[in-house]
């Protein structure tokens, strides 16, 4: 039932602000009473902070998987900027602005998100120190590619215009001739 429940209130959150879905609206898409949503979710943060859980969690596997195969740098990148180039034509895109705004607006869930964006940001400079190990970057440049990483997908995820379908690819070339990859 916990799955039914985050399935409808992601499809909910999907169509209109968190702020503007009811605990109501989802217990009556899960065809359940109102008294048996909050058996299993004491609030809408809670419900909205274990969607946001299961999300980030299935992003820090996906970087985890990167550190340990075998993927030159520049084909990792491209995953990542392939991904988040994928998420902005789909209806997840709707949802990840409206967890955004929610957040934003409530600290006190900010601070919980936060913990988890940690992990995500902890797992990505992995992937980077993998690199500084091999001695394809220096330490420098894998902080400045950090930083640029974060950046490029703040800006993929929240732009508005059409990508064109070389963007993830000039993205990626762009970082590694930024951070001087295995130039260093």
Do not use: W
């Amino acid at each position: 039932m916990k799955t039914k429940i985050l399935k409808e209130a992601f499809k909910l959150i999907s169509q209109k602000p968190i702020k503007d879905v009811s605990m109501r609206e989802i217990a009556e898409a899960c065809n359940i009473t109102k008294p048996s949503l909050y058996y299993y979710f004491k609030d809408k943060d809670e419900l909205c902070y274990t969607i946001m859980q299961i999300v980030i969690e299935k992003q820090n596997k996906d970087l985890q998987k990167y550190i340990n195969a075998k993927l030159s740098l520049e084909e990792i990148l491209f995953n990542i900027f392939e991904q988040s180039y994928e998420m902005q034509g789909r209806k997840y895109l709707s949802v990840f602005l409206h967890f955004v705004d929610y957040i934003l607006s409530n600290k006190k869930m900010e601070k919980k998100v936060d913990s988890l964006k940690k992990d995500n940001d902890k797992i990505l400079k992995e992937v980077l120190k993998k690199e500084v190990d091999r001695g394809n970057i220096t330490f420098r440049n894998s902080e400045i590619g950090y930083n640029l990483i974060r950046a490029c997908i703040h800006d993929i995820v929240f732009m508005s215009k059409e990508l064109d379908k070389n963007y993830p690819k000039d993205i990626t070339d762009a970082i590694l001739k930024a951070i001087e990859y295995k130039n260093c």
